[in-house]
């Protein structure tokens, strides 16, 4: 695999797994409400532009996931998380 194909997953892994460590982070600290601010995770570093897959719940709701941990944006200043089973 050339040098720069390396970079370029190593720079994407980084991003993922950062945000799944936000996201865990954030969902631990408040398993009982599962939402916060957007703002509290972008001060974080979180970069809403990576994510590994998608899923819509029996509600019709898309959530954005990070390996385990997923998300959506509820309104302009909230994100609910879940995390997988």
Known sequence: MATVDVNYVRRINYHLQKNRKILAAAYSANKQVQEVSFKE?????????????????????????????G????????VSIVQEE
């Not at 998300?71 to 909230?78: G, H, S």
Request: glycine residues 2%; charged residues 25%; hydrophobic residues 20%.
């Open 41 to 69: 995770l972008f001060v974080q570093g979180f970069s809403f532009s990576y994510y590994t897959h998608q899923q819509e719940k029996d509600n019709r709701e898309t959530y954005l996931y990070c390996y385990d941990y």
């Open 71 to 78: 998300y959506r944006i509820v309104d302009n200043n909230k």
